[in-house]
């Protein structure tokens, strides 16, 4: 990685702002999980995951949300959140459609700009989440 790059990715203010992007994105959805919106069940029924997948995928989201907030467990929370993300863009992509009851792809792009987020600040914190692999293992 050049220096630019370098400076980039330990700069706190774009850090925090890819947590608060990547939180504020996981949290939004959590009404239309919780509240049993139309489009959150129709989503969940197509994938063969309703209701407890909804309510399930909520829960992790919500904790995933406040472990990016969390200096000390961002990379965990990006490593999960990464994770829930990819499994929405394959679900978007093999099962669901890019567009959903005529969204225009939002659900889809929300999607991968979370999981863009959450993919650079695990970059950032690599060294992090390496010493943390090599200590346990």
């Not at 939004?28 to 197509?46: D, H, R, V």
């Not at 200096?71 to 992509?93: E, F, N, R, V, Y």
Request: glycine share 8%; proline share 3%; hydrophobic share 55%.
């Amino acid at each position: 990685m050049d220096k630019n790059n370098e400076l980039i990715m330990k700069n706190p203010i774009f850090l925090w702002s890819l947590k608060i992007l990547a939180a504020l994105i996981l949290l939004q959805t959590l009404y239309y999980k919780f509240s049993g919106a139309p489009e959150s069940i129709y989503i969940f029924q197509t994938l063969g995951l309703e209701p407890y997948g909804r309510i399930g995928l909520g829960i992790i989201e919500f904790i995933t949300a406040l472990f990016i907030l969390v200096p000390k467990t961002t990379s965990i929370g990006a490593i999960i959140g990464a994770g829930i993300m990819l499994g929405a863009i394959s679900s978007h992509i093999f099962v669901l459609g890019i567009e959903v009851n005529n969204d225009g792809g939002a659900l889809f792009v929300l999607a991968l700009i979370t999981f863009a987020c959450c993919c650079i600040l695990i970059i950032a914190k690599k060294d992090e989440i390496i010493n943390f692999i090599k200590s346990k293992f």
